[in-house]
Nanobody, 132 residues
Framework: VQLVESGGGLVQAGGSLRLSCVGS????????IGWFRQAPGKEREGVSC????????YYGDSVKGRFTISSDNAKNTMYLQMDSLKPEDTAVYYC??????????????????????????WGQGTQVTVSS
């Protein structure tokens, strides 16, 4: 399994970015896919996750109303549309996938410790920097 993120960069506060995550070696229909982020000196945070089987979604409180997750399972590609970006959104964003036959993956999205117990596969990360 391989996950490759793209779309990060430098943007001014209030701007937008769209992250993409392309998966290979897995079928998105059978997985929960999520975005996690980690800023220097801060705990890793579950940003948003989507269930591959039924498209249920989870959003962290800090991004609700600003970020939108979507998935094109036919292309094994997941997107994170990030609008109204704030300097506190600055972080490395990681795409992750977990085999999810019973649809519990989005519940694991809010787990901070040991999230790898469910989300087994991770991308290399893409840097998002929001300037004030």
């Amino acid at each position: 399994v391989q996950l490759v993120e793209s779309g990060g960069g430098l943007v001014q506060a209030g701007g937008s970015l769209r992250l993409s995550c392309v998966g290979s070696g897995l079928n998105f229909d059978d997985f929960a896919i999520g975005w996690f982020r980690q800023a220097p000196g801060k705990e890793r945070e579950g940003v948003s996750c989507i269930s591959g089987s039924d498209d249920r979604t989870y959003y962290g409180d800090s991004v609700k109303g600003r970020f939108t997750i979507s998935s094109d399972n036919a292309k094994n590609t997941m997107y994170l549309q990030m609008d109204s970006l704030k300097p506190e959104d600055t972080a490395v964003y990681y795409c992750a996938a977990g085999f999810d036959p019973v649809g519990v993956g989005i519940d694991w999205c809010r787990v901070t410790d040991s999230v790898e117990q469910f989300y087994s596969y991770w991308g290399q990360g893409t840097q998002v920097t929001v300037s004030s």
